[in-house]
């Protein structure tokens, strides 16, 4: 869940704190860009040929790992900026608001382009799990205020920075570990671990490593019945999208590529990174210029196009809006 352009460099020197705000609007009518395009009847059964692709808010340096959280006022969205080591708040009520600052960083010196936290969930108790770049954990903020640590190590070496993540309803999180949040990536000497590990962390607390055969794990996602598990890599070599089975000792079958998107990475830029799993099992992954609509099966049904990068997606409670992080964007549209 990276990418961001370079044009972000000089935020991660200190200059991004007095303009932060300035940047991201309050609630105005929405602009709309881009355009859905089916590619399968059923893709009409979801998405309405003129839904609209709605500017929620931009100005932000690389937008990460929507979230919605219902509450009694209609519900509302925190989503991470990565670069800026922040989480904002996005209410339709109340437009954007900074949530929190640190979000992944909480070290004195320089830490490179992406320092803060990426992807965010809640966990059985309500609370929010975050996994942060600068410091390489999964942590979970307490009811009362601060942080605990849920995993930072695996065999006494340190993760590489912790990247997306997904809660089962047993309280069993999934997270994938690429080298995307270390200063100097896959190169950077503080690198303790050779591989990019994707991980189940128990309620106990044992982590235990699920595969190591990604070459950039990088969104996850949960099957509705919590049998199959759901990879997107970002590799430009095979961008693709996986689905593995989840054998009864926990540990992971063969799995099998749902989606390659190497044809659509020639025409626009990214790669399969966030997604959203539905109630029904459909699965909204982003992916190179759009969101893509993929059934369990593997079929591709349609796209939802921003023609720029998207990092991430989410559903609402009532799974009628999918909310999109676009890069500097924040964007929503409506389904049927």
């Known amino acids: 869940m990276r990418h961001f352009r370079r044009r972000v460099l000089f935020f991660a020197f200190g200059c991004l704190v007095s303009i932060q705000m300035t940047l991201v609007a309050r609630s105005q009518s929405p602009t709309a860009i881009g355009r859905v395009e089916a ?40 989503f991470s900026d990565i670069p800026r080591n922040s989480i904002f708040r996005w209410s339709a009520a109340r437009g954007v608001e900074l949530f929190m600052k640190p979000s992944g960083y909480t070290g004195d010196s320089y830490y490179g382009l992406e320092p803060g936290s990426n992807g ?20 979970v903020l307490t009811p009362s205020g601060g942080k605990m640590t849920l995993a930072d190590r695996f065999e006494g070496k340190r993760l590489n920075s912790p990247n997306d993540l997904t809660i089962d309803s047993s309280g069993v999180i999934y997270f994938t570990d690429p080298p995307y949040g270390l200063p100097d990536g896959a190169a950077d000497p503080r690198r303790e671990l050779d591989f990019c590990g994707v991980y189940r962390l128990a309620p106990d607390g044992a982590l235990s490593l699920l595969t190591k055969q990604f070459s950039r794990p990088n969104g996850i996602g949960l099957s509705p019945d919590e049998k199959t598990l759901y990879v997107a890599q970002s590799d430009s070599s095979a961008p693709i999208l996986m689905a593995l089975p989840i ?90």
């Not at 059964?45 to 209609?74: H, N």
């Not at 965010?120 to 942590?139: I, K, N, T």
Request: overall charge negative.
């Open 247 to 336: 054998n009864e000792d926990q540990t992971l079958g063969e799995g099998k590529v749902l989606f390659d998107a190497t044809e659509y990475a020639k025409t626009m830029p990214g790669a399969p990174d966030g997604m959203a799993v539905a109630k029904d099992g459909m699965i909204y992954c982003s992916g190179p210029g759009a969101v893509y609509l993929i059934t369990p099966e593997g079929k591709l049904l349609g796209r939802i196009i921003t023609g720029g990068r998207i990092s991430n997606c989410t559903l609402s409670g009532d799974q009628k809006t999918l909310y999109m992080t676009a890069d500097d964007k924040l964007c929503r549209v409506q389904l049927k």
């Open 39 to 78: 590619i399968d009847p059923a893709f009409s059964e979801r998405v309405a040929a003129d839904a609209k692709i709605e500017v929620l808010a931009k100005g932000f340096t690389w937008s990460e790992g929507p979230l919605w959280v219902a509450d009694d006022d209609g519900g509302h969205l925190l």
């Open 120 to 139: 965010l969930a809640l966990d059985r108790q309500g609370r929010l799990v975050a996994c942060e770049h600068g410091d390489r954990r999964v942590s």
